[in-house]
């Protein structure tokens, strides 16, 4: 598996991202190329080496040949122009989001639709090639996903078509909301609009915790020379995948120590985290301070689940504190089927390893229905279910 991965401490910008990519391999004369795809004429781009604060990486400057000639363009005029081109679908969809997101955030800012928006930079020349080249660099890398850390966006305030505006700028708010976020770094406009989109659109998971092996480092060297040396920093991280049927995937654990709790409670607020969703869950007996017995409640879920599962404690423990914990889940590949018997059909789980069924068990609450129907031991309804697996 193969990652790209974001380390957005000081921020992001189209210009910078290209560099960034470029530093990490994507082949500049391909980007250019591609670039010309688009059949609009008055801009270039300039690639060079060069540092800040002693790091050394790509800087990707957006020439812009006639600035006065410059036009103003809406949503549809940029659709028609990536639409119009000979780019590959991906690109074109992944680029046609990142404009989107821009016109939806803008339209909402000045309460129009996103029709009406007047692309005072998103529609300039620079900005569509930073943007459509955000999607080309994707597109050329072809990693598996796309992780980032919690955005910087800067502080003080930004200078803008609509004049002196707050960072983050109100496009950028409306943007990164639901996105993990920092701020106050450094005293100016850490992110723009269009690298906050270029984030949101193509990222798959924001993190700041990263295991996999780094295989290679690269810089995008940005405009301004402050004391936070002006780069965006990219990683590719790269999982080798040698075991067949064998999964990976993030998760969290909670747990929570109970020594006060009615102990017939417990089976009820088991079934409930199940029902919930909880992959797993455990009661492990422990002894407190004072040496008092008591129970330490343990939950695995999935990330998504964690808030619900949370809740279901608090409501039917006496918990007062859970404690969690990020971990990852190796797990051989499963399948369900449902096989017949004389008694009645039986789901039954197989787990494969390495292309050959390792184990398959049946599901003991079907054994259980069928052994009560017919008034036979569970070991006879077992015993027919090897039979039928060994055939």
Known sequence: MKILYYDCFAGISGDMNLGALIDLGVDANYLKTELEK??????????????????????????????????????????????????????????????????????????????????????????????VGAAICLDYLQVDKVMASPIQLGGGTVKCAHGIMPVPAPATAEIVKNIPIKTGLVNHEATTPTGAAILVATVDEFTEHISLPITKTAYGIGNRDSEVPNVLRVYLLEEAQTLKDVDKEEAL????????????????????????????????????????????????????????????????????GIREYRVSKTKLRREETSIPTSYGPVRVKHSYFEGKRVRSKAEFEDCKKLAKEHQISLSEIEKEIQNQLKS
Request: glycine letters at 4%; aromatic letters at 4%.
């Open 253 to 320: 654990l909670l747990e929570s120590n109970i020594d006060d709790m009615n102990p017939e409670h417990y089976d009820f607020l088991l079934d409930q985290l199940f029902e919930a969703g909880a992959s797993d869950a455990w009661l492990t007996p422990i002894i407190m301070k004072k040496s008092r017995p008591a129970v330490q409640l343990s939950v695995l879920c999935p990330l998504e689940q964690a808030l619900k599962l949370k809740s279901l404690i608090f409501r039917h423990s006496t918990s007062l």
């Open 38 to 131: 688009l059949n609009i004429e008055g801009f270039h781009l300039e690639i060079k080496k060069d540092q800040r604060r002693g790091i050394t990486g790509t800087k990707a400057d957006v020439i812009i040949e006639n600035p006065d000639n410059e036009k103003h363009r809406h949503l549809r005029h940029v659709e028609e122009i990536v639409n119009n081109s000979s780019l590959p679908q991906q690109v074109k969809a992944n680029a046609l989001t990142i404009f989107d997101l821009i016109a939806v955030a803008e339209a909402k800012v000045h309460n129009i639709s996103k029709e009406k928006v007047h692309f005072h930079e998103v529609g300039a020349l620079d900005s569509i090639a930073d943007i």
